[in-house]
């Protein structure tokens, strides 16, 4: 609405042709190099093709053409290339309108602006379009140029126009405006022809020699006129080797706040200690204050935050140790129930503690005793103090599995003085999927990888089988439904659907297994408020005959439930919080249902709800009627199961991507020596 208001108003024209005149000034106050020396010549020797650069440096592409050929440029419809639009036509060159959509599912015009492109260049235009495509990732070449080269026949030619003097806007392309009083330097590329029957690995082998020729013809370009090329250059496209982003006012302001906060975090730890949040005796390790001693040899420190990012650390420290057995863990955690779960599972090679709450000095006092060689961060925690020590010791330091909500993308987004010394001092981030790379690259990530989603490749949650077959014999063939992970404010619905579903099926038992077992006594609270009979785990109690909720609030027993039971209901979803791992239940072979609030697992809904896999529901009502749809029609089960281990086929390998990634950040053992 308002940039329809704006346009009324004449003001993208008015702007456009302010952009046009600095140009012009740009071009008749500065002096321009060409490399090579007769590069204008070879552009109108190739003359109609299609002029290729990066985004946000194209402001003086324009003075490439003194033989004043036909040019047409390839402007997206919407947003800021209103503007650019209107400058481009005050300069002389026509608009071919669209863009591709960048991996978005918003339609940009994209099939528009490639038909409108093939005639331009049969009628003996010239086609200048950047390689990479909003919203990024930026000085990523895409796909759409090397298709209109492939389908027209037309040479590539790969360009770069710098200035000495330039603003660089914070844009995600690093949009950058050029100044007049400069030194311009244009340097173009070696022309790319794309054979009509390139086939896919062609492609690709052109479109990384697209990249590869831009960033070189870009780094020249800024080093002829004696610029500093990475001040124009976002900063997810900044190579390994380029210093990471120094700390800021945002990033000193943390720090003086956590140092002040230091004196009463024995008070908020006790606190938490009372309500059973914290493990009383271990409070010291929350300090930096080990109570163990470090093991000899190569350590990886892996952090994960509370169950699910365990889950997922738990098979990449196994695959880590089949590959490097000389290796040891230290897996620390933030909550007591991952702690427990962490005291189930993990091997002899690995130890684990409580996270230190990041304070400079309470990581320091960590990294100083357990001296990690790598460092690996799980999912979403990232914490500005742990990070910047970690870096400022020449550790490695890893994301796996990352993730984020766009809520917190936005919040970072907000914050880039804080957000891009913290993530460059990454050396590699893998994320679940391909909107999350653009987002941690966005952000200042240098490494961003899509490696998938860890918890797919994970084995199921194990199971007791003693425990298992004294469950059977106390439930015997009662129907049932296991409501799994549940959070506060799922299980009021879930007892309210256990209400339609007993009136419909005889016996039938619900068993609630809460993501926090310390919630037990409240489930069973509520569930006798609500007339019904109960039972609790905790208290040593089976389900009996007489049994309507079960409440299983114990710890590391979800594989054992799911085992038990053929339908799951899977928590987190009928609240807002953003759902629970639905792949858990599937590997066990229980249909799995779930709520419509499912952000933490997008993909592998999705994915299953492709291949039918699923069934979503909003409510209690519809929850009770999806429950008895599957208890009347067995093979709705066997065709849910099937769907669902269909999909997961289509989504493994995230392990060994992750393990691969991580082995390559490892020092090798000569190496340690020749450091000692």
Partial sequence: MARDFLKRLGVPGSVGRGIARLVRMVARTSEPVFEPADLTQRLFAAHPGILTFWHGQFMLVSLLNPHGAT?????????????????????????????????????????????????????????????????????????????????????????????????????????????????????????????????????????????????????????LVGSDYTKATPAGALPASAPPAEPGFRFKAYRQATRLIEPVLPLWLASR??????????????????????????????????????????PLIAELTAREPDLSFLLTTGTVTSAQLAAQRLGPRAIHQFAPLDTRRFTRRFLDHWRPDLVVFTESEIWPNQIIEIAARNIPIAIVNARMS???????????????????????????????????????????????????????????????????????????????????????????????LAGRHAGFLTIIVPRHPDRGGDITALVRQAGLTAGQRAAGQLPDAATDIYVADTIGELGTFYALASIAFIGGSLVPH????????????????????????????????????????????????????????PDAIARIDGGARAAIDGMTGALARTADAVIELLPRMNELRRAS
């Fill in 406 to 500: 766009p809520r917190s993308f936005a919040r970072w987004r907000r914050s880039r003085g804080l957000a891009r010394p913290l993530f460059s001092r990454f050396n590699v981030v893998l994320t679940q999927n391909e909107r999350l790379t653009r987002w941690f690259t966005q952000l200042g990530a240098r490494c961003v990888r899509t490696s998938g989603n860890l918890k797919i490749d994970s084995p199921p949650p194990p199971i007791d089988p003693l425990a298992l077959e004294r469950l059977k014999q106390a439930i015997g063939a009662r129907p049932m439904l296991l409501a799994a992970s549940t959070h506060p404010g799922e299980d009021e619905q879930v007892i309210a659907a256990h209400k339609q």
């Fill in 71 to 223: 040019v047409k440029a390839m402007v997206a419809r919407h947003g800021d290339a209103e503007l650019i639009g209107q400058a481009l036509e005050h300069v002389g060159v026509e608009l071919i309108r669209g863009a591709g959509s960048g991996g978005r599912r918003k339609d940009r015009g994209g099939a528009h602006a490639l038909r409108a492109s093939m005639r331009a260049l049969a009628d003996g235009a010239t086609v200048a379009m950047t390689a990479d495509v909003p919203p990024g990732p930026a000085r990523r070449a895409g796909e759409g140029v090397i298709m209109l080269a492939r389908l027209s026949g037309r040479p590539i030619m790969p360009v770069a126009v710098a200035t000495s003097r330039f603003l660089a806007l914070d844009t995600w392309s690093r949009m950058t405006i050029n100044l007049p009083y400069s030194k311009i330097a244009a340097v173009g590329g070696e022309h790319i022809i794309v054979p009509r029957d390139a086939d896919a690995a062609t492609i690709e082998a052109l479109r990384q020699k697209l990249e590869t020729s831009l960033n070189e013809a870009t780094r020249r370009a800024y080093e």
């Fill in 578 to 633: 953003g759902g629970q791992n639905p792949i858990e239940a599937v590997r066990h072979g229980a249909a799995v249902i779930t709520g419509p609030h499912t952000r933490n697992f997008e993909d592998q809904v999705a994915a299953l709800a492709a291949r039918n896999g699923l069934m979503v529901v909003n409510d209690a009502a519809s929850l009770a009627a999806a429950t008895s749809k599957l208890l009347t029609d």
């Fill in 273 to 314: 200690a009372r309500k059973g949040k914290e493990v009383a005796i271990r409070r010291n390790e929350r300090y930096g204050l080990a109570s163990t001693a470090r093991p000899e040899g190569r350590l990886v420190w892996l952090h994960a935050a509370s169950v699910g990012e365990t889950n997922a650390a738990l």
